[in-house]
């Protein structure tokens, strides 16, 4: 394998699983003092669910790439309006919701074009 095609084969999932880390990462606000330690951890898997279908989805992505590739690209696309509406009404001010698509969601649909992009090298280079 070519260094070119092994690095597009490596990069949609390094990317992939350091976007997942970052939304991972709101889930620690579940976590709160006064619960117990049971209520704790259900609140975390909760605010867990995205990052567990993610992680699902990347499982997929890893064997077929061009399956998974559709699905991250409609995902990073598909959520991009809602997330930014949703931002929107909460801070009334346009740039800082682009900023929030352009880390949360964008990274999901470059992972997208980067798996469709690394199975189409591979099967150019099969043949």
């Known amino acids: 394998m070519k260094i070119s095609t092994r690095v597009l084969h490596w990069l949609p999932r390094i990317i ?6 970052f939304i991972s990462m709101f889930s620690i606000d579940a976590l709160n003092s006064e619960l117990t330690i049971w209520q704790q951890i ?5 605010h867990l669910i995205p990052s567990f ?4 989805l990347l499982l997929l992505s890893w064997k077929r790439e ?9 995902i990073g696309l598909g959520f991009s309006p809602i997330i930014f509406i949703y931002n929107f009404k909460m801070n009334q001010s346009i740039w800082m919701s682009l900023g929030v698509i ?4 964008i990274p999901f649909a ?3 074009v980067l798996f469709i992009v690394s199975h189409y090298r591979k099967k150019k280079s099969i043949i």
Do not use: A, P
């Not at 992939?16 to 880390?21: A, D, E, P, V």
């Not at 061009?66 to 409609?74: A, E, K, Q, S, T």
């Not at 352009?102 to 969601?105: E, G």
């Open 102 to 105: 352009s880390v949360i969601t």
């Open 110 to 112: 470059i992972v997208g």
């Open 53 to 56: 279908v993610l992680i699902l």
């Open 16 to 21: 992939c699983i350091m976007g997942i880390l």
């Open 42 to 46: 259900l609140s975390l898997s909760m």
């Open 66 to 74: 061009l399956i998974g590739g559709i699905i991250f690209m409609i």
